[in-house]
């Protein structure tokens, strides 16, 4: 599956953004899809997933601001930010596994195989 990744921009802190992940190949009911985000210098951090059953899980530096949702006719996943922060600026990436893997190894980068370019986000203070 290939994924493409748009939405991102310059926002002020605490407002809201919306990411899109637009996936084609593939569709997306059948893969559970992660969001990553990585800030220069810094490791490519887990933001949440959706499992390709159901079920959504989040960072904890995301959780309540941030939801994933899915439309499976536009074969689209969204990441939903809202309260946005300075430390969440980064560039967000979209990342898809058709394995059945546990919760766990979805958390991390290598549990996925496919990966969208990614889309800058920065919050201003």
């Known amino acids: 599956v290939q994924l493409q990744a748009s939405g991102g921009g310059l926002v002020q802190a605490g407002a809201s953004l919306g990411l899109s992940c637009e996936a084609s190949?593939?569709?997306?009911?059948?893969?559970?899809m992660g969001w990553f985000r990585q800030a220069p210098g810094k490791e490519r951090e887990y933001v949440g997933v959706i499992r390709w059953r159901s079920g959504t899980y989040y960072g904890n530096s995301v959780k309540g601001r941030f939801t994933i949702s899915r439309d499976n006719a536009k074969n689209t996943v969204y990441l939903q930010m809202n309260s946005l922060k300075p430390d969440d600026t980064a560039v967000y990436y979209c990342a898809a596994t058709s394995r059945t893997a546990i919760l766990s190894t979805l958390l991390t980068p290598g549990g996925y195989e496919s990966w969208g370019q990614g889309t800058l986000v920065t919050v201003s203070s």
């Open positions: 190949g593939g569709t997306v009911s059948d893969y559970s």
